[in-house]
């Protein structure tokens, strides 16, 4: 039920098909297709159930945190926090800034999580996973064990196989080619 409805609120608020290639992807690429997964993620019903389908998705690996490169990751995390908390399972969210912080402790990674922590790198929608990847790195470096990468949409161009190029599994609610 909460996957159609996801689907049904991705394909009407989302995604954006053209009859060219006119819009630019964050890997520099462009695409017939864009999906604005924020339009759903910011919205308190879709937020919900992103959190209720990814915290599915994710707590069979029994993960200590949940988190990715800020920004599309960020009420993902948040979303499956509240939704493990209520499930009794408590799983804590982290962010990974794009740089460490020129400041303070300098950290890249914030969060409650300690070395040693299994953690779900999450991202809204993976195209060549290079934001996911970025993700992975600084969790690796911090000492993290990545359980895999968890997506909302696989626009199934490459990202699949460079997550498992480092070695990890890519899990999504939704393919591309499931939507349009």
Same mark, same amino acid.
């Given at each position: 039920m909460e996957r159609e409805r996801l689907k049904e609120l991705i394909k009407g608020r989302s /995604? @954006? +098909?053209? &009859?060219?290639? +006119?819009? #630019? /992807?964050?890997?520099? #690429? /462009?695409? @017939? %297709? %864009?999906? &604005? /997964? #924020?339009q759903i993620t910011f919205d308190p019903e879709g937020a919900y159930i992103v959190g209720k389908l990814m915290y599915e998705l994710v707590r069979e690996f029994n993960p200590d945190g949940v988190g990715g490169l800020t920004l599309g990751a960020d009420p993902i995390a948040y979303s499956v926090s509240f939704v493990s908390y209520m499930d009794g399972n408590p799983i804590k969210p982290f962010v990974v800034r794009k740089e460490p912080k020129g400041h303070g402790m300098g950290r890249q990674i914030e969060g409650l999580l300690k070395e040693g922590s299994r953690v779900a790198v999450v991202e809204d929608v993976v195209t060549t996973a290079g934001s996911s990847l970025k993700a992975v790195k600084a969790c690796r470096e911090a000492g993290f064990e990545v359980i895999g990468v968890f997506t909302i949409v696989d626009r199934e161009e490459g990202g699949r196989e460079n997550v498992e190029k480092e070695g990890l599994a890519l899990y999504s609610l939704f393919k591309l080619s499931e939507l349009l």
């Amino acid at each position: 039920m909460e996957r159609e409805r996801l689907k049904e609120l991705i394909k009407g608020r989302s /995604l @954006r +098909v053209a &009859d060219e290639p +006119v819009f #630019k /992807l964050s890997s520099g #690429k /462009l695409s @017939r %297709y %864009y999906i &604005d /997964l #924020k339009q759903i993620t910011f919205d308190p019903e879709g937020a919900y159930i992103v959190g209720k389908l990814m915290y599915e998705l994710v707590r069979e690996f029994n993960p200590d945190g949940v988190g990715g490169l800020t920004l599309g990751a960020d009420p993902i995390a948040y979303s499956v926090s509240f939704v493990s908390y209520m499930d009794g399972n408590p799983i804590k969210p982290f962010v990974v800034r794009k740089e460490p912080k020129g400041h303070g402790m300098g950290r890249q990674i914030e969060g409650l999580l300690k070395e040693g922590s299994r953690v779900a790198v999450v991202e809204d929608v993976v195209t060549t996973a290079g934001s996911s990847l970025k993700a992975v790195k600084a969790c690796r470096e911090a000492g993290f064990e990545v359980i895999g990468v968890f997506t909302i949409v696989d626009r199934e161009e490459g990202g699949r196989e460079n997550v498992e190029k480092e070695g990890l599994a890519l899990y999504s609610l939704f393919k591309l080619s499931e939507l349009l």
